[in-house]
């Protein structure tokens, strides 16, 4: 790659930047980079803007996860400090329940094995219906005809009553 560039995607970089932290107008971008508004609005539509606003986008949510969790941190702090020193019981009650709430939500969040057995013998079941409601879903054949399907499983129902087996 040739230093016009690694130029180029510096400020197209930058572009982005301003675009997003700043709230910039276009032409205010272009003009701040020293190029024309008709060159950054041919990079928009390039692989290197689409990858500099991917990762320009990506580490605004990761700033906000970061500052969302530590506001989490400070919320749960400031509820652990009102179930311990609250003087008024239901404060304390109320704070208590819902640090309760917030611990369950965590468990919630974890599948078990016992879920996940669950879930497995459910999409076992599912699909052992959908091959028994196949021969439902044939279409009717020229004549009036049952669809294959359904004629193969009358007769095996049939059979097995019948005692012949299957």
Do not use: C, H
């Not at 040739?2 to 510096?10: H, I, L």
């Not at 024309?36 to 700033?63: C, G, I, V």
């Not at 919630?108 to 021969?135: C, I």
Request: glycine fraction near 4%; charge should be negative.
């Amino acid at each position: 790659m040739g230093k016009d560039y690694q130029e180029k995607r510096a400020l197209i970089a930058k572009a982005v930047a301003l675009r997003y932290e700043e709230r910039a107008s276009w032409e205010a971008i272009a003009k701040r980079l020293g190029i024309a508004r008709s060159t950054l609005q041919e990079w928009r539509l390039t692989d290197d803007w689409k990858r500099a606003e991917y990762q320009k986008r990506a580490e605004l949510r990761d700033e906000a996860r970061a500052d969302s969790s530590q506001v989490l941190k400070e919320a749960v702090q400031t509820l652990y400090d009102l179930m311990r020193t609250s003087e008024n019981e239901r404060i304390r009650f109320m704070a208590a329940q819902k640090l309760i709430d917030l611990n369950r939500v965590d468990e919630l969040d974890e599948p078990s094995a016992e879920t996940s057995n669950e879930y497995q013998e459910f999409l076992q079941e599912l699909a052992q219906r959908e091959k028994e409601t196949v021969a439902l879903r044939g279409e009717v054949e020229p004549g009036g005809l049952l669809p294959r399907a359904v004629a193969e499983a009358t007769e095996r129902y049939r059979r097995r009553y019948e005692g012949e087996g299957v």
